[in-house]
């Protein structure tokens, strides 16, 4: 069974960072590209971040400049590093395959205020 877990939010300021870590166990890992995914409330899931096998990344257009995504195959880990946080990127933030595959994990809430 696949299980994803993320951690690392939590509450900051606008201009502040947080490094977010996601833990999968997909024995697929190392070959399947993976996303980084966020839900704010009242909105649908959206990517925004996606790094392939080969460590090509992508990014949506409203955190590009500002989030790194970067993977660890040896430790079946994801990470998103974000930077410059402001309000409009709070949301549960959740890790996935992409495209996305079986249940997603909790996810970890990121509150910026203002």
């Known amino acids: 069974q696949v299980q994803f877990v993320e951690s690392g939010g939590g509450l900051v300021q606008s201009g502040g960072s947080l490094r977010l870590t996601c833990a999968a166990s997909?024995?697929?890992?190392?070959?399947?590209?993976m996303g980084w995914y966020r839900q704010a409330p009242g909105k649908q899931r959206e990517l925004v971040a996606r790094?392939?096998?080969?460590?090509?990344?992508y990014y949506s257009d409203s955190v590009k400049g500002r989030f790194t995504i970067s993977r660890d195959n040896a430790k079946n880990t994801v990470y998103l590093q974000m930077n410059n946080l402001g309000p409009e990127d709070t949301a549960v933030y959740y890790c996935?395959?992409?495209?996305?595959?079986?249940?997603w994990g909790q996810g970890t809430q990121v509150t910026v205020s203002s």
């Open positions: 996935n395959s992409v495209p996305s595959w079986g249940s």
């Open positions: 997909l024995s697929s890992f190392g070959i399947v590209a």
């Open positions: 790094i392939t096998r080969g460590d090509i990344t």
